[in-house]
T-cell receptor
């Protein structure tokens, strides 16, 4: 089944404890991105990647890191999480020059 | 100029009614306007999309109306059902970079 998977789905952590949210897609898509979803703010892009080893900042990159060492994986790293990073996070992918994005199921992160 | 403004933020409609969600944009370079549907606990999924060379597009009970001169587009759901209850996002992008600019979302509840 073609899909985008994220892990974990739910995470509660404390301020300053480094964490990684994994994202993997099995559709051989070039483009991957991370979003955070907050009430009233919709989807805001954190980082995106056009292909392996090519990443760029989205609209709200502060406090996040990403890497793209393999085409299928695009992990999101929070080196020192803070409470304002409590949010619902989505990974998405699409083929290179196509508009439709395919989203993962989301990761709900709570930083205490 | 990159924003997409979506209204209303929330909407409650009786079963069988026609909810209408509106979006407005400023960037005249936008040439692709999708609507995504998101059910609780799931990632957004493409529902229907339109390009500016047509004024209306229908897919089943869902219709996009597009007004190029007013720089507005809207989603209509005919004969709405409780199963249509979800959050709906409009978005826009250009063919030059395919980056989606998202509206803030509308939480739609269809009452039985």
């Amino acid at each position: 089944e073609a899909q985008v998977t994220q892990n974990p789905r739910y995470l509660i952590t404390v301020t300053g404890k480094k964490l990684t949210v994994t994202c993997s897609q099995n559709m051989n898509h070039e483009y991957m991105s991370w979003y955070r979803q907050d009430p009233g703010l919709g989807l805001r892009q954190i980082y995106y990647s056009m292909n392996v080893e090519v990443t760029d900042k989205g609209d709200v990159p502060e406090g996040y890191k990403v890497s793209r060492k393999e085409k299928r994986n695009f992990p999101l790293i929070l080196e020192s999480p803070s409470p304002n990073q409590t949010s619902l996070y989505f990974c998405a992918s699409r083929p290179g020059l196509v508009n439709e994005q395919f989203f993962g199921p989301g990761t709900r992160l709570t930083v205490l | 100029q990159q924003q997409v403004k979506q209204s209303p933020q929330s909407l409650i409609v009786q079963k069988g009614g026609i909810p209408i969600i509106n979006c407005a944009y400023e960037n005249t370079a936008f040439d692709y306007f999708p609507w995504y549907q998101q059910f609780p606990g799931k990632g957004p999924a493409l529902l229907i999309a339109i390009r500016p060379d047509v004024s209306e597009k229908k897919e089943g009970r869902f219709t996009i109306s597009f007004n190029k001169s007013a720089k507005q587009f809207s989603l209509h759901i005919m004969d709405s059902q409780p199963g249509d209850s979800a959050t709906y996002f409009c978005a826009a992008s250009t063919q030059s970079n395919y980056q989606l600019i998202w509206g803030a979302g509308t939480k739609l509840i269809i009452k039985p």
